[in-house]
């Protein structure tokens, strides 16, 4: 992910851990709003239900388009106080824990901050992430067809359950956007398992295929 700032997302630390995550997130060029009005998600980083004892639930949403996420960063923990949390995610066991995290704000940079070709609003990546949550993410570049990289993508067509948002970058011209469309129903036709996802595609420079499984727990 090149370096960005993130408008709409807002990380919250409650113990070392998560400060650690988020200074390197910050020397890695990625930092995010400290607005209280503005963010739609504000992702809330803990290691144990025990970090949570001192955050003061009731100030975090300002607005009620805001929406709080709970990311367990070590593993998952049980929770007293679920009522408070619309989302409440971790990771697969043995992942990369700062590479997810990471990876996750690409995502939500790309469904919440990038003016998209075909656009999904905030309501759509909510739908996908919002209750308890294991997510994974995967991500390809591509040169020239975009096939290349969504054959890599890995699903567990066990799990029905799944849902899916995937954001598709580098369309360079009107032409090139209708292709990678038709590459893309060809793809979900054959690959997809789930019933539910959503989509992005993206104009720019870089050429890359990202994609976000969430599987409820």
Not at 93 to 104: E, L
Not at 164 to 169: E, P, Q, V
Request: hydrophobic fraction near 35%.
């Amino acid at each position: 992910m090149e370096e960005e700032f993130m408008w709409f997302v807002r990380l919250i630390s409650t113990d070392k851990e998560g400060e650690q995550i988020v200074e390197r997130l910050r020397l890695d060029g990625i930092s995010c709003s400290e607005d209280d009005d503005t963010p739609l998600l504000s992702i809330i980083l803990a290691s144990s239900e025990d970090s949570l004892k001192h955050l003061n639930m009731s100030s975090l949403r300002q607005n009620n388009r805001q929406k709080i996420v709970l990311l367990q960063i070590s593993g998952i923990f049980d929770i007293d106080e679920q009522h408070f949390f619309n989302a409440i995610l971790s990771f697969p066991q043995n992942d990369d824990v700062y590479s997810q995290i990471k990876s996750f704000l690409y995502c939500a940079y790309n469904f919440i901050d990038v003016h998209s070709i075909i656009s999904v609003d905030f309501r759509d990546f909510y739908s996908i992430i919002s209750g308890r949550k294991i997510i994974s993410m995967q991500q390809y570049v591509y040169t020239t067809d975009v096939e290349d990289a969504l054959s890599q993508l890995k699903y567990d067509k066990t799990n029905k359950q799944d849902k899916y948002i995937y954001a598709i970058r580098g369309a360079q011209s009107q032409e090139e956007e209708g292709k990678q469309l038709k590459t893309f129903d060809k793809h979900l036709s054959t690959e997809l398992c789930g019933e539910e996802f959503k989509f992005n595609i993206v104009a720019g420079e870089q050429r890359q295929v990202f994609l976000l499984t969430a599987t409820p727990y």
